[in-house]
């Protein structure tokens, strides 16, 4: 049976993957700041780099505002490094997402089209922002690398709900 899809207002379990220059990251779970974690479909993916050089840029804004940043994949050690060399990110970088990792957080995961494309499957893009307590307040998921929030629009956002306290919506 397929692991449900989490819903807003959810706790999500926390779960552990290896992060870029040692350690790992923890996705889930208590912790002392909210969390924005990106979901990107790895280093074959252009949009994916423009998604994540907006939001390296934006960095500094959303730590500002109290948040940790994840950003975590199904690459390799190798690709994850290549990239995060080649685009001089600097938030914390996850990598060989699992698929059962991915059915935990409800992604959509694609076959790559050709061997030129990636070599595993991968995840399709997802966003998701964490309460400290590891409530979910926010999911947004895409099967396609076409569809993501702007993240202006989201930082604002996720401003005005932390500071008027507003409940997760679309949770029925």
């Known amino acids: 049976m397929p692991t449900p899809k989490p819903t807003a207002g959810d706790t999500l379990s926390p779960f552990a993957l290896p992060k870029l220059g040692g350690g790992e990251i923890t996705i889930g779970g208590e912790r002392q700041n909210w969390s924005l974690v990106v979901v990107y479909r790895g280093k074959h993916c252009s ?9 390296n840029e934006m960095r500094g804004k959303w730590q500002d505002a109290g948040f940790d940043i994840a950003v975590v994949s199904a690459d390799t050690l190798e690709k994850a490094e290549a990239d995060q060399k080649e685009f001089g990110w600097e938030f914390d970088i996850g990598y060989s997402l699992s698929e ?11 076959d790559p089209l050709s061997p030129t494309e990636t070599d595993r499957r991968f995840a399709e893009p997802g966003v998701f922002v964490l309460r400290p307590d590891g409530t979910i307040l926010l999911i947004s998921i895409s099967n396609g690398p076409s569809a993501r929030p702007d993240l202006e629009e989201l930082l604002d956002g996720m401003i ?13």
Not at 100 to 110: C, F, K, N, W
């Open 47 to 55: 949009r994916c780099k423009k998604y994540l050089k907006i939001l």
């Open 100 to 110: 059962a990792q991915m059915a935990i957080l409800g992604v959509y995961v694609s």
């Open 160 to 172: 005005f709900t932390k500071e008027n306290d507003r409940p997760p919506r679309g949770t029925a």
